[in-house]
């Protein structure tokens, strides 16, 4: 029975390498006894196929001392070394099985895949010329060509110190049994992920407490079976969809299903995501984008180049979209674990494809091109994060600057890891804010998300959540501000230019009109002692007139505000001319002046101490101040 996230996922180490052990069952040379060959199939093969290989080793070491000349248990011999832990008897049994069967191809096949997985990657190439020199018919095999290639390639990228970067997660989270698939949550106070014993997979979530622990449970989603696993959640934590396997509504061995996280906390019973997105072949491993609007995930139907290939979907019109291949990334080998930052165009999944690879399945990254509407080569990311072995899995947070990967590890299975980000892998470094407050008071108040380096307003970056709460996420390198109005209220402008790539917080409690009342213009830039109007206001200015527009019966008051650096009169007129600017940018918007008046009042009503670069910065300031209402 195959598991959920293989296509599963990372079928143990064990079974990987059966297909050697299996082959050398079969062989024969003509330089073996008959009684040799009669104790190798009576006690040796039957637990070959148990793949019970650590009771397999004894009888094997016997078998070999009794019989130097045959060859399959010899080298059954050196393969069981390898799979239960003892490499260096592995690579040495490997080296003798060379001298000793000078003619057999073998020998030098299981040495090459030996070396390789223990990161002898340049010590594998020798052999590899060796074997070519030797067996110069078979060096064109294509199977032996893709292998070898990933191995030279392997042996020309720097080396690094492979464990200094990865951070296990602690025994709450990892166990026993095998752990993959994380998804941190934007806030990440939450990580999803499953586990795995046998052929039964669950859903976990841990929970943080405090800055290193964490507190696990299962996640129990009704009637959604005993094969449940390779998971995505929206940013917002009120959906999930995963994957379950042999249900009776399945359209294939394994779909993409959908629950939706309750008021109580629980979550509903699974509904099938249909016939576009699930076929009658192998769905699994779904990720969605940070708005919600696009589902990535693995699939082997048809219409792929081979193995299990990346589809994408898009939802409109209330329903997903067909999938499309994503033909660039995919090869005739597997692609797996897709996972889409939140800047909605850095891709990173696991392969077993491209010649660029450590071995087995490795990480990469690619980035979406909206000027030329297509994904740049991907990125192997490294030998600090790929090894010989499986990685898969690898997700990062919100913010950008930690990610999380599940690794194969030979005698302990798979475990989850925290790993830093490379600065090669040209991933854009996010801020996320959660606004609170103003949702709960005042439901109807409309946000606006806005660049204010090129004035454009953003649809897909900011979402509602669970706890009636807003999540911003856009990139640091950009200044950007959130607007919000609602009838009857004053207007929200919160600059997000000083949250820097970290998740911060802010309580916002609406006001209504009234005299008295005023509103900060956080998003009104002057250049250094002038009152010339940066253009990034222009934004603020075009948002304030229309807010104006829609509560025309009221006039206001427009002051301007400095530190006090400079001389306090200079820094009077300096304060007045910047409000008048400001006025004269709502007139020209369609506001009346006679609703306006202005003010400068210099360093007299400071609102932090002068004293600091960053009190300063709050003291300049353009301020909207509430009068009265016309008669």
């Known amino acids: 029975m195959e598991h959920v996230a293989s296509n599963s996922q990372i079928p143990p180490y064990s079974l990987i390498k059966g297909w ?6 079969c062989w024969a040379t003509p330089a073996f006894t008959q009684d040799c060959k009669q104790r190798y199939e009576k006690e040796v093969q039957p637990l070959l196929r148990a793949n019970q290989l650590v009771a397999a080793l004894e009888p094997t070491k016997l078998l070999a001392e009794k019989c130097p000349d045959f060859y399959p248990v010899q080298a059954t011999l050196s393969d069981l070394y390898w799979e239960t832990g003892d490499s260096l008897a592995a690579l040495l049994s490997a080296k003798a099985l060379i001298v000793k069967f000078p003619k057999e191809k073998r020998p030098y096949q299981q040495l090459v895949r030996k070396l390789a997985e223990s990161a002898q990657y340049k010590e594998a190439v020798a052999v590899i010329s060796q074997f070519e020199e030797l067996f110069k018919d078979y060096a064109a095999d294509p199977n ?3 292998r070898t290639q990933q191995v030279k390639w392997a042996a020309a990228q720097p080396r690094t110190n492979q464990v200094k970067s990865l951070t296990s997660f602690p025994e709450s989270v990892n166990t026993n049994d095998d752990e993959g698939l994380a998804c941190m949550s934007p806030l990440e106070n939450q990580l999803m992920f499953t586990r795995r014993s046998g052929n039964i997979e669950k859903l976990m979530l841990a929970e943080r407490i405090g800055l290193e622990s964490w507190k696990t449970s ?13 998971h995505t959640f929206s940013a917002n934590g009120s959906m999930l969809i995963f994957t379950a396997c042999d249900r009776p509504d399945s359209k294939g061995r394994c779909d993409l299903y959908e629950s939706i996280r309750q008021k109580d906390g629980t979550w509903s019973e699974p509904k099938n995501l249909g016939n576009t997105i699930n076929s009658p072949s192998w769905e699994s491993q779904p990720c969605l984008s940070f708005d919600g609007k696009v589902l990535i995930f693995s699939s082997t139907r048809e219409g792929g180049k081979g193995g299990s290939d990346l589809w994408l979907s898009n939802f409109m019109d209330d329903r997903w979209s067909i999938p ?7 090869t005739p080998g597997d692609e797996k674990s897709p996972f889409l930052h939140s800047d909605g165009r850095t891709l990173f999944f696991a392969s077993n494809g491209r010649v660029e690879s450590f071995g087995m399945l ?11 509407k297509k994904w740049t080569e991907p990125l192997n990311l490294g030998a600090h994060v790929n090894s010989p072995f499986n990685e898969s899995g690898f997700t990062i947070n919100t913010r950008g600057n930690r990610g999380f990967i599940n690794r194969f590890q030979p005698g302990k299975g798979e475990d989850l890891f925290e790993i830093g980000i490379d600065s090669q892998w040209n991933v854009p470094s996010m801020s996320l804010v959660q606004l609170k407050g103003a949702l709960i008071s005042t439901p109807s108040f409309s946000w606006s998300l806005v660049d204010l380096y090129n004035g454009q307003y953003l649809t897909d970056q900011w979402i509602k959540s669970s706890d009636s709460s807003i999540l ?4 640091v390198k950009t200044p950007h501000a959130l607007l919000g109005k609602a009838p009857g209220f004053l207007p929200i402008s919160i600059n997000l230019s000083d949250t820097a790539s970290s998740i911060d917080t802010k309580l916002i409690v609406p006001e209504k009109i009234e005299p008295g009342k005023f509103l900060t213009l956080t998003n009104i830039f002057f250049e250094t002692s002038s009152f010339h109007l940066n253009p990034k206001s222009e934004t603020e200015l ?9 509560n025309k019966e009221w006039s206001f008051e427009i002051s301007g505000h400095t530190d006090n650096v400079g001389k306090a009169n200079d820094n009077k007129i300096l304060s007045l001319k910047r409000a008048e600017v400001v006025k004269m940018g709502l007139v020209q918007r369609g506001i009346p002046a006679s609703r306006l008046k202005c003010m400068g009042y210099g360093s007299q009503a400071p609102i932090a101490r002068n004293e600091t670069e960053s009190g300063r910065a ?4 353009t301020v909207l101040k509430v009068l009265n209402k016309i008669p």
């Not at 490795?362 to 030329?372: G, M, S, T």
């Open 542 to 550: 075009d948002f304030i007139a229309d807010w104006m527009k829609e």
């Open 144 to 146: 032996w060509v893709k």
């Open 472 to 475: 911003v996420v856009f990139d």
């Open 362 to 372: 490795d990480l990469y990254v690619a980035h979406f091109e909206a000027n030329k």
């Open 20 to 25: 050697l052990l299996a082959s050398i069952i």
């Open 618 to 621: 709050k003291n300049r300031r």
């Open 324 to 330: 499309v291949n994503l033909s660039e990334l995919n």
């Open 218 to 230: 299962e996640v129990v989603i009704p009637e959604a079976g005993s094969r449940i696993g390779a």
